[in-house]
């Protein structure tokens, strides 16, 4: 294939959906589609502890999907760019067809 990826990008692009590979992930992603929420307000919307939320933040931040800013003695988290709303958007879209 002429137009094939680096082998370092194909490995990226895999961890990437290793990532999405996981419903509570997914779930958070979603949350968090129309605005910036603390860990409690997913919690909450989640029908979830505090700590298997923080748990998955740091993943999907790790992975750049995520990102937070501090708001006082809050960490406030939101999606990291359209990107991964458009992963999601088209990725149901799959699913739905």
């Known amino acids: 294939m002429k137009n094939r990826p ?21 779930r958070i992603m979603y ?6 929420m603390c860990v409690q307000d997913i919690a909450d919307s989640l029908n979830m502890t505090q700590s298997a939320i923080s748990h998955q ?3 999907l931040k790790t992975s750049c999907l995520v990102k937070s800013r501090r708001e006082g003695k809050a960490i406030i988290y939101s999606l990291a760019d359209t990107h991964v709303s458009t992963i999601l958007s088209q990725g149901l879209d799959h699913v739905e067809e």
Do not use: N
């Open 57 to 59: 933040l740091r993943i």
């Open 6 to 26: 680096k082998e370092a990008s194909i490995e990226k692009l895999a961890d990437l959906y290793k990532i999405f590979g996981d419903a509570t992930r997914i």
């Open 31 to 36: 949350a968090l589609m129309p605005g910036e």
